[in-house]
């Protein structure tokens, strides 16, 4: 028996005093979720025509395929299909088109981040990580493909590119670098570049260097040589980081991209509840790598050119009544662990599709013998998780610094009873985007920008509007049925900015994912 003071309905109640005290009342929540259904509650008109499809060594009671491609669980959970994605080539398409509006504000950018020429260098199977979002995704196989956008006063934005196979798309989009006699012939691609600037004379040219990410730091030691050599060493003191000018155009998302990304989001989410479910999982038969290696093959016969952008992964928190202790939070889980009876499974997944990734976290329970739902400790420790992630979702506003929304958020959380810990990043061509962070691990807000390691400045930007973001987080709660030892729930949710906060491209995890 579970004592009244440690009740689900005496400590729900609880919180919601508490959190209307910190405004974190269920009106705006309702707001977030306005027009859609929580996760595992959908309504299926098709329900009672369902058809059985067994897909594991699962019980045949324990799931069911309907008409419509809609899945129901043993517990009466409904996971909607999977949506249509867009092909290969319908996505190229619609990625030109974005592409010619995003050159549109480009040189607006330069000007801000005072950049008068900004050169992107690709390397043969070394891409810098812009070149398939400032130019065509094609496929670059030149030995270095230069793609090079120059403020030309008046006349505005010019774009040039070295790129020796031109389809139509990137013809349209760039002129060719011009053609020069030297001593290694016409086609000399320092000389053509050289040529460029000499005509236009920037004051600043900004590279890809200078950050403390992958994507605003690409530049190798070669390419660096490369751009010094053909442009002469008098033109090394122009050379700037191009750090701050990527991270804008990164980060800001053309109004048309937000349905595509939310059906990224969404099948990110349905591959999560199946793959959290007895549909993929059997206890004691099922490892970690069976889910991992079902979820890659997943994304690939979805047949429109994704793949993970991370090694998918879950990991594992199990009590033991028997010994009345938790096993320690196994992250990630070993690739031959095998799901038990007991364990709370946390699923980490994303993928690329459309020139965007997802990011996604969610938790089930598999139901020990006897069992037909989770202990109301663990609903407790769900709905802190939602707590925390609700203060996230309210607190930032556009035009924050990270370390503002951090500070906001963390303020709604000041009273709670569980141990939040705040670890959001910005989401969008990448998983880790470039983009302010909202940290505060364990409630611990980080030093103010100073310095990073290596010795680059640290750059704490501002949220911008429609930009996207993933609400990544996780509450900590002491747990009765466990002998008051502690649970983590981690969640992801993908969501964008708006003028109220951010909202969630998906319903969030309200309860518990079952498996049996």
């Not at 460029?196 to 200078?210: C, E, H, K, S, V």
């Not at 989770?374 to 607190?395: D, I, S, T």
Request: hydrophobic residues 40%; aromatic residues 8%.
């Amino acid at each position: 028996m579970v004592s009244e003071a440690t009740s689900l309905e005496f400590r729900v109640n609880k919180l919601e005093q508490r959190n209307r005290r910190l405004k974190l009342s269920i009106f705006p929540l309702l707001l977030i979720l306005a027009g859609t259904a929580c996760s595992g509650m959908d309504v299926d008109p098709a329900g009672d025509e369902a058809s059985l499809t067994m897909r594991s060594s699962a019980a045949p009671s324990d799931w069911e395929t309907l008409t419509d491609g809609s899945i129901r669980l043993f517990d009466g959970r409904l996971i909607p299909p999977l949506p249509e994605l867009l092909g290969v080539r319908e996505q190229y398409d619609l990625r030109v088109k974005w592409l010619e509006k995003k050159h549109g504000h480009l040189l607006k950018m330069m000007r801000q981040h005072g950049v008068g020429a900004w050169i992107i260098i690709n390397h043969e199977f070394n891409d810098d990580p812009a070149t398939e979002h400032v130019a065509p995704d094609l496929v670059y196989v030149s030995r270095r493909d230069l793609h090079v956008f120059v403020d030309a006063g008046e006349t505005g934005l010019e774009r040039f590119s070295s790129y020796g196979r031109p389809n139509a798309d990137h013809a349209r989009l760039f002129e060719s670098l011009p053609t020069v006699e030297s001593e290694t012939g016409g086609g000399d691609v320092g000389a053509r570049l050289k040529a460029m600037i000499d005509r236009y004379q920037p004051a600043t040219i900004a590279l890809n260097m200078g950050g403390d990410r992958g994507h605003n730091s690409a530049l190798t030691h070669d390419a660096y040589q490369f751009i010094v050599e053909a442009l002469g060493p008098e033109m090394e003191q122009r050379l700037i980081s191009s750090r701050e000018l990527i991270e804008e155009y990164f980060d800001t998302r053309l109004p048309e991209e937000l349905e595509h990304y939310r059906q990224l989001v969404l099948a990110t989410d349905i591959l999560a509840q199946r793959a959290l479910s007895n549909i993929v999982i059997t206890p004691g038969v099922t490892t970690a790598a069976d889910l991992k290696w079902w979820f890659n093959q997943q994304i690939a016969d979805l047949s429109v050119g994704s793949e993970p952008w991370f090694e998918i992964h879950t990991a594992i928190q199990r009590f033991e009544p028997k010994i009345g202790v938790t096993i320690p939070y196994v992250h990630p889980a070993p690739d031959d662990l095998i799901y038990q009876l007991g364990d709370v499974i946390h699923l980490d997944t994303g993928f690329n599709y459309l020139g965007f990734a997802s990011d996604w976290q969610k938790v089930a329970y598999v139901l020990r013998d006897g069992e037909d739902d989770v202990p109301e400790g663990l609903k407790v420790a769900l709905y802190n998780a939602g707590v925390a992630q609700r203060a996230m979702l309210m607190a930032p506003r556009p035009g924050m610094t990270g370390r503002e929304a951090t500070i906001e958020t963390i303020a709604m959380l000041q009273e709670v009873d569980f141990l939040p810990s705040l670890y959001s990043h910005a989401i969008g061509h990448h998983g880790h985007a470039l983009g302010p962070s909202i940290n505060a691990r364990n409630m611990v807000l980080g030093p103010a920008p100073g310095v990073y390691g290596g010795g680059n400045p640290a750059y704490d930007s501002v949220l911008r509007p429609g930009s996207y973001r993933s609400i990544e987080l996780s509450a900590t709660t002491a747990i009765p049925e466990w002998n008051g030892e502690t649970l983590t729930i981690p969640f992801e949710d993908d969501a964008h900015l708006t003028d109220e906060g951010y909202v969630l491209f998906r319903p969030p995890q309200t309860s518990w994912y079952l498996i049996r």
